[in-house]
């Protein structure tokens, strides 16, 4: 085809297409600009840089959703002048780079500066990764010189951790803590003249995360240590739940109270319950933010699946993401005074648990998921399920099947092969009798008694 009707027929396939698809087209071929693609040059080069990494596979459909939002970051990275370069590397191309920086599998992302690595863990959203990268690649604490830049923070983010004071033992501390915890949330430092005139401490120096529009002071007595009651509190009081949040928590230690809604249901049973958790996260945060999360969460397919068992919608679960155990309600819940009840029953052994780790729950587990598993397929795909499972069955079924007449034909041949076997020896034993007796002259009793209607014959 000549040139000048290629490019002609170039121009007509541009032009048939609708105007959103030519921009989208064009938003997706400039954010992979932004997007690099690595090799096995990356190892030696990337320290000069903090670099933000995809590490992928082809196959994995997971990586192929993320891909997309990937550019998304790449794009929005560079449009905002940030230090970070955004990559990504084929993990299976590239194991052994993969496999120094531990990746075990995909997507896996991480933000590599200078010797250090560290995991991106949160939701696959472009907000919660680009969040992350600035969070990471930034200071490990930051200062809060004034009161206005403490207030800016204050309104930026929903939760964050402040060190109060000088040089001490505990910033020793807190500085370990960071340096493990920067990858969940954020660290600053200040004076105390920096903190509002609301915050009240008692002795310095003083680590404080505010969340929930007040403050809680680290007490090392009661709250053990510093990294683990960070861990424990980097998270909102109340909190609108999935199954990552619900992982996410397991390292917390703290017991978590669901309301388990239908968020399109508007009736007055689903609504009271879901405030009635939200109350008592906010009015009794000061007795239980020690021992538990709030929460609720929209549907129970993931309840149901974790407790393997049927809730009925709405209700109340208070679950031990640590070991798996959980409570359900022994008492009905009209108002906060009741919820308090079941929640300090709970606390004070009253109220069994049920689930946990044991091995019996272990079996249990096991039986569980093959089942779900085979109604999924089933219920996905009736021929797939069929044939995963009809195939096998079938085929164990003709095997037993030609094992059991095999050995019935083999106990019947043998069984005519010892009758036949015993007919040839009376036999024998006869024909010996009958030379005897002829040797004999027929003087020696016949050995072998003939029939009785034959004698009878004689006798006549």
């Avoid at 190892?43 to 997309?68: Q, S, T």
């Avoid at 053990?224 to 960070?230: K, P, T, V």
């Avoid at 388990?260 to 906010?282: P, W």
């Avoid at 569980?368 to 999924?376: L, M, N, P, Q, Y």
Wanted: glycine content about 6%; overall charge negative; hydrophobic content about 35%.
């Amino acid at each position: 085809m000549p040139r000048s009707m290629a490019r002609a027929a170039g121009r007509r396939s541009w032009a048939t297409l609708p105007l959103c698809a030519v921009v989208v087209l064009l938003d997706l071929a400039v954010c992979k600009g932004f997007v690099e693609d690595l090799d096995e040059s990356f190892k030696d080069n990337r320290k000069d840089d903090i670099w933000l990494v995809d590490f992928y596979a082809p196959w994995c459909g997971h990586c192929k959703k993320l891909e997309p939002i990937w550019n998304e970051v790449g794009l929005e990275m560079k449009s905002i002048g940030s230090p970070v370069k955004v990559g990504k590397m084929d993990a299976t191309s590239y194991s052994s780079i993969a496999s120094e920086f531990g990746v075990r599998g995909y997507p896996t992302i991480k933000l590599l500066k200078g010797d250090l690595a560290y995991n991106y863990r949160g939701p696959r959203t472009k907000d919660d990764i680009i969040e992350f990268a600035h969070r990471v690649s930034g200071a490990l604490i930051r200062p809060l010189p004034s009161q206005q830049m403490f207030d800016h923070v204050r309104k930026r983010h929903r939760v964050f951790f402040v060190y109060i004071g000088g040089e001490s033992p505990l910033k020793e501390k807190y500085i370990d803590a960071a340096s493990e915890l920067i990858v969940y949330t954020y660290f600053f430092s200040a004076s105390e003249d920096v903190v509002p005139e609301y915050v009240t401490l008692k002795e310095m120096p003083a680590v404080l995360v505010f969340k929930d529009d007040t403050y809680f002071v680290y007490d090392e007595y009661e709250d053990g240590d510093l990294s683990s009651w960070i861990s424990r509190e980097r998270f909102q009081n109340y909190l609108t739940l999935d199954g990552f949040l619900l992982y996410e928590l397991g390292d917390t230690g703290k017991l978590v109270a669901i309301a388990v809604v239908d968020e399109k249901n508007t009736s007055v049973e689903h609504t009271r319950l879901k405030s009635v958790i939200q109350e008592v996260a906010r009015d009794f945060r000061d007795h239980f933010h020690r021992d538990f999360q709030f929460g609720h969460m929209n549907g129970n397919d993931y309840i149901n699946t974790l407790l393997m068992d049927e809730l009925t919608v709405p209700t109340i679960v208070v679950l031990n993401t640590s070991n798996q155990q959980y409570f359900l309600l022994d008492r009905h819940i009209e108002d906060v005074s009741d919820m308090v009840q079941f929640i300090n029953s709970i606390l004070d052994g009253s109220v069994p648990a049920q689930g946990g780790d044991s091995m019996l729950q272990r079996l249990k587990r096991i039986v569980f998921d093959a089942k779900s598993t085979i109604v999924s397929i089933f219920k996905s795909s009736p021929l797939m399920g069929c044939f995963l499972f009809g195939l096998p069955l079938g085929v164990i079924s003709i095997m037993c099947y030609g094992i059991y007449t095999a050995d019935t034909d083999g106990g019947y041949i043998e069984e005519r092969y010892e009758i036949s076997k015993s007919e040839m020896e009376n036999q024998e034993q006869i024909g010996e009798s009958k030379e005897q007796e002829s040797i004999s002259g027929g003087s020696q009793e016949p050995t072998v008694q003939e029939p009785k209607d034959v004698l009878e014959k004689k006798k006549d």
